[in-house]
């Protein structure tokens, strides 16, 4: 037996001596496969819970329930006002810590409700080389990484995904939208709804790995709507840099279609799409 299938069965292994779990499901590439594999193993035994918030995009929520649906696998969820957790609007270095803390509080009461022995998330060994202060908070809780426990990187996901005919082995890597937001900038429902619609403009354009990154050029004045306050906000678009040149051709339409949203300015980064860039500053 190989080595990455070793590791795989080392997290079905895994997953069987917890007997029962609840797993945080988001739709991503890691929980994805985490709950297949769990649903897999113990059957009925195994659930998803998926969080609704201001920072989980509309399109993922759906992509959770229809998956859930596909493999008939049992789907709860919990919600959480993010902008009223301590910590949270006010976007510390330190925010994704309170964030988890919540959530996983959240997702551990229904499982305890529910009789289940334990709640698993989809950090994976490459994770462990990030800045991840959301970690602690898993900790602290004792939720379960089966994927770290097995030593399974993000290719070996991906390509045990392939395998297993999951739609989402070729997804691009996602994150909350809050992530989006530079730290000590405050997170609002207005900042969040203009990413995921420049997200959505993009995707519609054939960009498949971007990020819109929100950056205050003025003073914020709070809004419920998107197209007021236009002069304060900055959108820096990261693609990678095979799409470079589609960027620059479909430049003037971004800049358009960025306008209406309620951008002043839209830049593209020359330094492309990379994970956790706004750690850069750390």
């Known amino acids: ?89 006010k976007n ?29 998330e989809g950090t994976n060994v490459d994770d462990e080389g990030d800045y991840r202060p959301g970690m602690r908070a898993i900790t602290e809780l004792g939720i379960k990484s089966p994927l770290r426990f097995a030593r399974l990187t993000k290719q070996d996901i991906r390509t045990l995904s392939h395998e297993l005919q999951l739609p989402t082995w070729s997804k691009p890597s996602a994150a909350c939208l809050a992530s989006r937001v530079p730290y000590g900038e405050p997170i609002t429902e207005q900042k969040l709804r203009l990413i995921e619609q420049g997200e959505k403009i993009l995707s519609a354009l054939g960009f498949v790995q971007k990020r819109v990154r929100i950056h205050e050029g003025a003073t914020v004045h709070e809004s419920t709507s998107l197209h007021e306050n236009a002069q304060n906000f900055i959108a820096r678009i990261e693609v990678m840099p095979s799409d470079f040149e589609k960027a620059i051709a479909n ?20 330094k492309s799409y990379r994970t956790g860039s706004l750690n850069e500053t750390l």
Not at 58 to 64: G, K, Q, V
Not at 251 to 270: H, M, P, V
């Open 251 to 270: 430049a003037e339409q971004i800049e358009r279609e960025f306008k209406k949203l309620g951008f002043s300015y839209t830049a593209l980064d020359l």
């Open 92 to 120: 510390p270095k330190d925010r994704c810590y309170f964030c988890k803390k919540a959530t996983f509080a959240d997702i551990y009461k229904v499982a305890k409700n529910l009789g289940l022995n334990a709640v698993c």
């Open 1 to 89: 037996m190989d080595k990455l299938h070793q590791k795989y069965e080392t997290l079905k292994e895994y997953l069987k001596s917890l007997e029962s779990v609840a797993v945080a499901f988001s739709g991503g590439v890691d929980s994805t496969f985490l709950l297949k594999v769990a649903h897999d193993v113990l059957g009925e035994s195994a659930i998803a819970v998926t969080e609704k918030s201001a920072s989980f995009a509309a399109i993922d929520l759906e992509e959770s329930k229809a998956f859930c649906e596909r493999e008939n696998i049992q789907q709860f969820f919990t919600s959480i006002n993010q902008l009223k957790i301590p910590h949270f609007a």
